[in-house]
C-alpha cells in the first residue's frame, strides 16, 4: 500500500514508526493494529472545517447553473433528471467543441433497467473466476506477477466488446536494483475523446524472505476482481456503447509496483503509476490534448473486500460524483437490493475524510488529473498482514460494491 512510513513488516509485529507530521488515522475498534500513514495535509479543527465547508457550499450554490439542486436518487424518481455530477462535469469540461456539446447525460436509471442491470453481475463468477487466480503471492518481476498479468490481459481480451488491451512494461531502479514492472492498461474506444478511467494495481506486497505468504486480498486482488466483473457483466452494453461513438469511454489500469519494495517513499512506492502517468503526458491523444488530459477522472480501487468499508470523498472537485455514489447506495438499500447492509449509507460516507492518503492517483492527481479515491479509512484491520486473505474478506460487501459501481458506470456513460 501507500502511504506508511517504516515497514509495516519490517520488525515490530506490523508496527510502523511515527514520524513528525503523521497522526493516528482512526481506529475501528481497540483490537486492530496501529497504523500509520502519511498524511498528505493534517485534518483541519473541527470549526474551521465547518467554517470551510459552510463558504464553499455556499459558493458552489452560487456558481452551479440553476442553484444547488438537491441530492440525488433519495427517492424512486423514474426517469431521473441531470444529475448534480453532470452539472459539474459539464461546468468543468475543457475548451474542446466535440466536449462542450457532448450530450451525455448522467441520469438515474429507471428502476426496471437499474435492476436487469444488476442481474447480469454474478457474484460466482467475480468470486470464482477472477478473485482467485489473484490470490497469489505476485510481487513486481515475479512469477506471481507474470501469471496475474497475463490473466489480467487473457480475461480483458477475451471480452466481447472488443477492447484495446496494452502492456506498458518497463525496468526502474529500486532499493533492490532494477526490477522489471508492467502494467496492464485496457481502452474500450481508444479513439473516443474522453475517459472515465478506472484503476487498481495488481502487485502485492514484498515481504523479507521467511515472511509468511501476504496475498493482499484487500490489497489490491479485490479491486481488479471488481474491475473484471463490471466489464464483463457490461459486456453487452458496452458492446453496443463503443458502436455508438460517444465522447467518453472507459479505461482500465491494473498498475504494478504500487508497493514499495523496501521502504515506502517517493522514489520507492507507485512504480507504475509513476511511469504511466508521465507516459501519459507525453503521448498526444487528440484535440492538442495528451492522453493524461483525456481523463475525466481517475478512479482508484484501493483496500477493498472486509466488512463495511468506511469511504470517504478526498477531493472537493470530483465531490458531485462521490454523492452519486452514495445516493446509489442509498437507493439500492431502500430498494432491498443490498445484502448484509442495515443502514441506508455505510459506505460512501458524508464528510470529511480524515486526511489524504499517498497512492496510485498521485502521479496524476500531480498533473491536475480529477480523482475520486475509494479507499477505506480506517484501512482493514488485516492490511499489510499475512491476514489479509479471501478468509477475512466479507463476499456481501464485495458483491455490494459491484453493485454501487455498475450502476454508477452505467449513469456515468448511459449505457442504457
Ligand atoms: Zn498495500
Known amino acids: 500500500m501507500r502511504k506508511v512510513s517504516g515497514g509495516a513488516h519490517g520488525g515490530g509485529g506490523g508496527r510502523a514508526r511515527r514520524r513528525s507530521g503523521e497522526r493516528d488515522p482512526p481506529q475501528a475498534s481497540q483490537t486492530r493494529p496501529l497504523l500509520r500513514r502519511r498524511l498528505l495535509w493534517p485534518p483541519l479543527p473541527l470549526p474551521l472545517l465547518l467554517v470551510a465547508l459552510a463558504v464553499g457550499t455556499g459558493l458552489y450554490v452560487a456558481w452551479a447553473p440553476g442553484g444547488g439542486g438537491g441530492e440525488r436518487g433519495g427517492g424512486e424518481k423514474k426517469g431521473g433528471g441531470v444529475g448534480e455530477a453532470e452539472t459539474y462535469r459539464r461546468r468543468s469540461s475543457g475548451g474542446s467543441p466535440e466536449r462542450q456539446s457532448q450530450s451525455r447525460q448522467a441520469r438515474s436509471l429507471p428502476e426496471a433497467h437499474l435492476r436487469a442491470l444488476l442481474e447480469q ?18 510481487p513486481p518481476g515475479s512469477p506471481g506477477n507474470l501469471k496475474v498479468r497475463k490473466f489480467l490481459e487473457d480475461e480483458l481480451r477475451a471480452l466481447g466488446a472488443g477492447w484495446q488491451v496494452e502492456v506498458d512494461a518497463f525496468s526502474a531502479p529500486t532499493p533492490l536494483g532494477p526490477v522489471a514492472f508492467a502494467n496492464v492498461v485496457a481502452t474500450l474506444s481508444p479513439e473516443a475523446p474522453y475517459r472515465l478511467t478506472l484503476a487498481c494495481h495488481l502487485d502485492s506486497k514484498l515481504f523479507p524472505p521467511g515472511a509468511p505468504p501476504f496475498l493482499g486480498a484487500t490489497d489490491s486482488a479485490v479491486p481488479c476482481a471488481l474491475l473484471l466483473e463490471l466489464v464483463r457483466a457490461l459486456d453487452p452494453q458496452l458492446g453496443r456503447f463503443k458502436d455508438r461513438g460517444a465522447p467518453v469511454t472507459l479505461q482500465l489500469l491494473f498498475l504494478d509496483g504500487e508497493e514499495a519494495l523496501k521502504e515506502w517513499g517517493p522514489e520507492d512506492s507507485l512504480y507504475g503509476a509513476r511511469h504511466l502517468a508521465q507516459r501519459m503526458e507525453q503521448t498526444p491523444h487528440d484535440f492538442g490534448i495528451s492522453e493524461i488530459q483525456a481523463i475525466e477522472i481517475f478512479v482508484l480501487l484501493d483496500l477493498l473486500g472486509a466488512r463495511d468499508p468506511i469511504i470517504k470523498s478526498h477531493f472537493p472537485n470530483t465531490a458531485p460524483w462521490f454523492r452519486q455514489l452514495s445516493s446509489i447506495e442509498k437507493r439500492l438499500h431502500r430498494l432491498g437490493l443490498l445484502a448484509s447492509h442495515p443502514w441506508e449509507v455505510m459506505y460512501f460516507q458524508p464528510g470529511p475524510p480524515y486526511g489524504a492518503v499517498d497512492d496510485d492517483h498521485t502521479p496524476f492527481l500531480r498533473r491536475g488529473v480529477p480523482i475520486l479515491h475509494l479507499i477505506p479509512t480506517p484501512f482493514p484491520a488485516v492490511w ?25 458506470l452505467a449513469e456515468y456513460l448511459g449505457l442504457l
Open 384 to 408: 499489510h498482514t499475512p491476514a489479509d486473505t479471501e478468509a477475512n474478506l466479507h463476499p456481501p460487501t464485495v458483491h455490494n460494491l459491484s453493485r454501487i459501481l455498475a450502476i454508477f
Open 121 to 138: 453481475l454474478d457474484p460466482q463468477r467475480l468470486w470464482g473466476k477472477y478473485l482467485q487466480p489473484l490470490l497469489v503471492e505476485r
